[in-house]
Structures are given as structure tokens and as C-alpha cells.
């Protein structure tokens, strides 16, 4: 995947970066960032869609609630997906 750098506007400044985990489903993608207290969560009809719904999200959430919701004293250093058969 390709990262783009993104422009930053006068009296703004860059959070991040974040682990972002992106989600297939039939009908959509669905996306959530690692390492942010609560809940936040973007949708899209694309990858691409889904991916700039959830940075708006996670903008919108640090904007609402403050950098408190940064989870800065254990970011999440990397991500894995793992399949796992559980016998119940």
C-alpha cells in the first residue's frame, strides 16, 4: 500500500502514526485504529473509503476528548492477525 504524506493546514499539527486495521465484510470495510482510548471506527465501500473515514474519525475523537486519548505510555508497536480454531 502506498502512504500518502498528508498536507497540514495552518494552525494544525500531526498526530500519529497509527496502526489502523482495515476489515473486508461482503458489503463494505470497516476500520479502527490501535491505540486510542474508546471507541473509533470508519466505514467505507472501499479500502480506501474505509481508511479516510476512520483518520477522520480518530481526528474528530482527539479533537472532542483531548490527547488524553493518546495511549502514550504503551503504543502498540506492531499488529498481527491470527486464525485460531477454539473448541468450546
Known amino acids: 500500500m502506498k ?15 497509527f496502526k489502523i486495521i482495515v476489515e473486508k465484510h461482503l458489503d ?5 485504529p490501535l491505540g486510542l482510548k474508546g471507541v473509533v471506527v470508519g466505514e467505507g465501500e472501499t479500502y ?7 483518520k ?10 483531548g490527547k488524553g486519548v493518546l495511549e502514550v505510555d504503551s503504543p502498540v508497536l ?10 468450546t
Not at 480506501?48 to 476512520?54: C, I, T
Not at 477522520?56 to 476528548?65: G, L, M, V, Y
Open 78 to 87: 506492531d499488529a498481527f492477525v491470527a486464525e485460531a480454531e477454539v473448541i
Open 3 to 17: 502512504t500518502r504524506k498528508t498536507k497540514i493546514r495552518k494552525n494544525e499539527t500531526a498526530t500519529g502514526p
Open 56 to 65: 477522520s474519525a480518530i481526528r474528530f475523537h482527539i479533537k472532542t476528548f
Open 28 to 32: 463494505c470495510y470497516v476500520g479502527y
Open 48 to 54: 480506501e473509503e474505509a481508511l479516510a473515514d476512520v
